[in-house]
Nanobody, 120 residues
Framework: QVQLVESGGGLVQPGGSLRLSCEAS????????MGWYRQAPGKQRELVAV???????NYGDSVKGRFTISRDNAKNTVYLQMNSLKPEDTAVYYC??????????????WGKGTLVTVSS
């Protein structure tokens, strides 16, 4: 019902920047929230950032002050601007969206992930 496609991952040097995008498609009426999670090898998936329908944001402690989440409602797209990247930011980044997608009142969807590698 809701499909999410991430893009923008890749290899970047420490201190560099990347911008991830996630475009949602399907029979979407509205979003409750959209966000980004990440999973590093051998670790559990963790919250990176989330943005609500009203525009409120929340960030994981390890990315506060370095990452910024934003959204373009007209394009059903959420972005993650990542600055001052560190090797410990290396992970697969997953887009998540909780949406109202008729006939379902609540659909929790995940993208397939995009790999971000921070290395010199």
């Amino acid at each position: 019902q809701v499909q999410l496609v991430e893009s923008g991952g890749g290899l970047v040097q420490p201190g560099g920047s990347l911008r991830l995008s996630c475009e949602a498609s399907g029979s979407i009426l509205s979003f409750n929230h959209m966000g980004w999670y990440r999973q590093a090898p051998g670790k559990q998936r963790e919250l990176v950032a989330v943005i609500t329908n009203g525009g409120s944001t929340n960030y994981g402690d390890s990315v506060k002050g370095r990452f910024t989440i934003s959204r373009d409602n007209a394009k059903n797209t959420v972005y993650l601007q990542m600055n001052s990247l560190k090797p410990e930011d290396t992970a697969v980044y997953y887009c998540n969206a909780v949406a109202v997608a008729p006939p379902a009142n609540r659909v929790d969807s995940w993208g397939k992930g995009t790999l971000v590698t921070v290395s010199s």
